[in-house]
């Protein structure tokens, strides 16, 4: 094998296929996962278990990108804002912008971390933050692996949520490679209990995701009307949310797996009672549940948030309705680090 690639990311098999094409012993692959995930080196020359000739010929073919973060923020309430620069590894090489933002939520006895997977978003919400850079690349498994392994509360996490900045199942395999390792026993050997993976029905990917994992699920719909929701949202002209709801309709939500839809509320768009009755309609009969967020307001966005008392009325109907809903509480605003408003700006320059 030439060239130099990323070690991390990679799976048992893979690096079973690199030792056997490098000549090296087929236990080797089970010392570098031991080594990589386990007790998270960051460099090839702490393996040292093996030997010099391996660890030099690992070297010339190969790196561990492992990046610190280069700024952070901590809000009043706790969460606290990752800044990673994921520099050439972006797509677009010529874009100025190659900075992801990760945020991390302490709350009782859980702890989330937010992560990114792609440098912008191509899916143009006109909502979103993200959404508005326009799409600068794709992040690989290994730079979502380390906004986790390099932030300083690892240990204490939880949770990983997939609902930081870009779609990830447009970035689909790294976003499975990244899981691949978090749910494997040669890897972190998590539950994918533990994992939630966020998208906008995006309907290339979103068959994959359900067949090859058994990750939660969280599908962003924010309206039932087809039509206003392509007001919003780009991607309703070729995914629609009939299609997207028509596909989760075949898998079973019963048992622990968990399907999730986000419904962000603005004033006089989707807040009224016939929105309500539409998204019971669109929904009725699948196990699920509706969280209601709260929207952000961000310069030269033209939408207003709903106030707490339309949302308290929105989110009794759905529950008297069947529907279980709950008013998801907003964190980490205060450092722009809510629900959309994630920017990627290096705010150091």
Same mark, same amino acid.
């Given at each position: ?18 030792c ?49 973060p280069?700024?952070?923020?901590l ?51 006109? *909502?979103?933050v $993200?959404?508005?850079? =326009? ?6 498994? #290994?730079?979502? @692996?380390?906004? %986790? ?33 978090l ?12 994992v ?5 029905g ?16 969280a ?29 989760l ?7 622990q797996?968990?399907?999730? *839809?986000?419904? $962000?509320?603005?004033? =006089? ?6 929105? #309500?009755?539409? @998204?019971?309609? %669109? ?9 209601l967020?709260?929207f ?9 948030p ?44």
């Open positions: 094998m030439s060239g130099t690639f990323d070690l991390l990311g990679l799976s048992l098999e893979q690096l079973r296929d690199i056997l094409a490098e000549g090296f012993p087929k236990y080797t692959a089970t010392q570098i996962c031991e080594w990589l995930y386990k007790k998270k080196v960051r460099s090839v020359d702490q393996m040292t278990n093996l030997s010099l000739v391996q660890r030099n010929r690992l070297k010339e073919i190969s790196t561990i990108n492992r990046k610190s280069i700024y952070t923020q809000s009043k309430d706790g969460t606290k804002k990752y800044l990673f620069d994921v520099g050439e590894n972006a797509l677009d090489t010529q874009s100025v912008n190659h900075y992801v933002e990760t945020v991390y939520i302490p709350e009782d006895d859980r702890a989330t971390l937010c992560v990114s997977c792609q440098v912008g978003c191509k899916m143009a919400c006109r *909502f979103c $993200t959404g508005k850079q =326009g799409f600068h690349g794709n992040l690989t498994a #290994g730079d979502i @692996l380390s906004q %986790l392994f390099d932030i300083e509360e690892f240990d204490s996490l939880t949770n990983v949520v997939f609902m930081g900045m870009g779609e990830p199942l447009d970035n689909l395999d790294a976003v499975l490679a990244t899981i691949n390792v749910t494997s026993p040669w890897g972190l050997g998590w539950s994918p209990k533990r939630t993976v966020s998208t906008v995006y309907l290339p990917g979103l068959r994959r995701i359900l067949n090859e994992t058994q990750c939660h699920l599908v962003s719909l924010h309206n039932p009307v087809e039509e206003e929701r392509l007001q919003i949202m780009p991607i309703q002209r070729t995914n629609s949310i009939k299609e997207v709801v028509s596909m309709r075949r898998y079973d939500w019963s048992g797996r968990r399907l999730s *839809f986000e419904y $962000t509320m603005f004033e =006089g768009l989707n807040d009224d009672p016939e929105h #309500g009755r539409k @998204l019971v309609a %669109l929904l009725q009969g699948i196990a699920c549940r509706v969280n967020i709260k952000h307001t961000s310069p030269g966005t033209p939408f207003k709903s106030s707490q008392s339309t949302m308290v009325a929105f989110r009794d109907y759905l529950n008297s309705h069947g529907i279980t809903c709950t008013i998801r509480a907003s964190r980490g605003q205060d450092i722009d680090a809510a629900c959309g408003m994630l920017a990627g700006k290096n705010r150091r320059e």
